[in-house]
């Protein structure tokens, strides 16, 4: 909890607010869950959270940015989705690599090969194909990074959960008459 942690600093970074925690108020080898909330008068909170394994040592700080989504303003995925994720490494100096897995939430992998990315899983970057995906399904993508110079491996991972389409209700069509709505005429 906040208790924990003695010198939290709120910020307001290039692309938004920043909460920073300083690495000495965290210990090694523990997973640290951050939970952010939002509220807006008359809209539901949304939340969003981010877990964190701290690591001693010097490894790869890897970020990952939905670039489609950002793009597309839709931050879930369907079957039919267009998919491009980007990885940083943000203190790699040196020859640095990345390998991208993904898993189903139901810890199934997905293949990302020639078939199924136009990328393949070696690279900082991960682009699929249209069709790759299942409907109803979330997916996990990890891109795990080595840097020669860094002591071990840094990894970030993205959730993109299911664009699930509206269900129930009704759908009505009227035959409008002559006259009845719309200028247009055929001709």
């Given at each position: 909890?906040?208790?924990?942690?003695?010198?939290?600093?709120?910020?307001?970074?290039?692309?938004?607010?920043?909460?920073?925690?300083?690495?000495?108020?965290?210990?090694?080898?523990?997973?640290?869950?951050?939970?952010?909330?939002?509220?807006?008068?008359?809209?539901?909170?949304?939340?969003?959270?981010?877990?964190?394994?701290?690591?001693?040592?010097?490894?790869?700080m890897v970020y990952l940015e939905c670039v489609s989504c950002k793009a597309q303003s839709i931050y879930e995925v369907s079957q039919n989705s267009y998919v491009y994720l980007?990885?940083?490494?943000?203190?790699?100096?040196?020859?640095?690599?990345?390998?991208?897995?993904?898993?189903?939430?139901?810890?199934?992998?997905?293949?990302?090969?020639?078939?199924?990315?136009?990328?393949?899983?070696?690279?900082?970057?991960?682009?699929?194909?249209?069709?790759?995906?299942?409907?109803?399904?979330?997916?996990?993508?990890?891109?795990?990074?080595?840097?020669?110079?860094?002591?071990?491996?840094?990894?970030?991972?993205?959730?993109?959960?299911?664009?699930?389409?509206?269900?129930?209700?009704?759908?009505?069509?009227?035959?409008?008459?002559?006259?009845?709505?719309?200028?247009?005429?055929?001709?």
């Amino acid at each position: 909890g906040a208790a924990h942690c003695s010198s939290l600093n709120f910020g307001l970074g290039s692309s938004g607010p920043v909460l920073g925690i300083s690495g000495s108020e965290l210990d090694a080898e523990v997973e640290y869950t951050f939970k952010l909330t939002i509220n807006k008068a008359g809209m539901d909170p949304q939340s969003t959270t981010q877990t964190v394994l701290v690591q001693s040592g010097h490894i790869p700080m890897v970020y990952l940015e939905c670039v489609s989504c950002k793009a597309q303003s839709i931050y879930e995925v369907s079957q039919n989705s267009y998919v491009y994720l980007r990885g940083t490494c943000t203190n790699c100096w040196g020859l640095h690599r990345g390998h991208w897995t993904a898993t189903r939430t139901s810890n199934e992998s997905l293949v990302l090969d020639a078939s199924s990315t136009t990328t393949g899983s070696d690279g900082m970057n991960l682009v699929l194909r249209q069709g790759v995906l299942r409907h109803g399904d979330a997916y996990v993508f990890t891109l795990h990074v080595t840097d020669g110079n860094l002591d071990g491996e840094g990894a970030a991972s993205i959730t993109l959960w299911p664009n699930m389409p509206p269900s129930g209700g009704e759908c009505r069509l009227r035959v409008l008459a002559a006259g009845e709505g719309g200028e247009g005429r055929g001709g």
